[in-house]
């Protein structure tokens, strides 16, 4: 039987990474292209079905897409990206499907990720797993029985649960969201708010080397940030009973010094008999963007072939 190989994308906000990847999960070949150069939507297509003809040689059986927004996740359709504009309601699937007869899978990066995660990385295995992405945002999906749980609409916006009723203003337009509490420009402002200073170029890293140094307003933002995160985790483990928790994202550069923080605000709120065999771990595959959309794609073609 021939091999099958699959093309994954990973649509970040800053570079669009695409990989061959084998039925395992081994990219064989990538290639990164600059976001911002692939804004214009037949570019993107191009750039995408150019690329898949330079790996011809590979019989590629599925396309899968993790993009950074809303999407349909039956029909591949893009209800909006809020960091690239002019991507409304679009086919994205349906469009590129026409152009190379490939099948196209898209979702949510978040729940790409969180595949990856559970198949080959940190969670790997587990048939139940809260993933967070914590960065400038804060994305989220949930494994369940083993599969992605998602409806119609891909977003599990695990960032967007309230988890205050006065709470300040997120970008969703709603208030009190986690996000506002775990974001790293919330982190950033409490910092500047507490040193009373404005220092030009701060980042979320030099609050984590702060507070490694024993800063005593650093110390207080991850202290923070760990009671606001081990709040809301416990929410998610009384729901849904997780065996792993992981976390991914550039926030999670500092997961050394608020997780037995986190963890210990997890056991003090959730149900005892939830945490007893409960992990708390970092992201560890390093592009987990490709190989999940990869896997992605690769499922969604075997469930259709179960289903006929
Ligand atoms: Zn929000």
């Known amino acids: 039987m021939r091999k099958k190989y699959y093309l994954g994308i ?21 290639e990164t292209f600059v976001s911002e150069t692939l804004r214009d939507k037949p570019v993107f297509i191009e750039k995408i079905c150019s690329f898949a003809a330079d790996f011809k040689k590979f019989h590629i059986e ?52 969180a595949l990856a995660e559970t198949r080959l990385g940190s969670a790997r295995g587990a048939e139940r797993v809260i993933f967070l992405t914590l960065g400038t945002g804060v994305g ?49 402002a409490s910092y500047r708010s507490l040193k009373k200073d404005n220092e030009k170029k701060l980042e979320v890293k030099d609050i984590y080397k702060k507070a490694l140094g024993g800063e005593k307003e650093a110390l207080f933002v991850w202290r923070e940030f760990s009671t606001a995160l081990g709040k809301f985790l416990a929410g998610m483990v009384n729901v849904f009973s997780p065996e792993v928790i992981v976390l991914g994202g550039g926030v999670s550069g500092a997961f050394k010094i608020f997780k037995p923080w986190v963890f210990a605000e997890i056991k003090r709120q959730a149900m005892w008999p939830q945490v007893t065999n ?15 959309a990869a896997l992605l794609a690769k499922e969604k073609i075997n469930l259709s072939k179960i289903r006929r």
């Open 278 to 292: 409960l992990k708390l771990v970092r992201a560890k595959l390093k592009d987990a963007g490709i190989v999940g």
């Open 62 to 113: 599925g396309i899968g897409i993790g993009a950074p927004g809303i999407v349909d996740v039956q029909k591949g359709f893009i209800y909006y990206l809020p960091n690239v504009p002019g991507w409304e309601k679009y086919p994205l699937a349906g469009t590129l499907e026409k152009k190379l007869g490939i099948s196209v899978t898209v979702d949510n990066d978040a729940n790409v990720f």
């Open 10 to 30: 990973d649509w970040g906000g800053t570079y669009i990474k695409a990989g061959i990847v084998n039925g395992s999960g081994q990219i064989l070949a990538k």
């Open 140 to 188: 989220g999906a949930v494994i369940f029985g083993g599969k992605l749980l998602e409806g119609k609409i891909s977003a599990l916006e695990l960032g967007h649960v309230p988890l205050s009723l006065k709470g300040k203003p997120c970008g969703c337009g709603g208030s009190g969201c986690v996000e506002t509490f775990l974001g790293n420009k919330y982190l950033i």
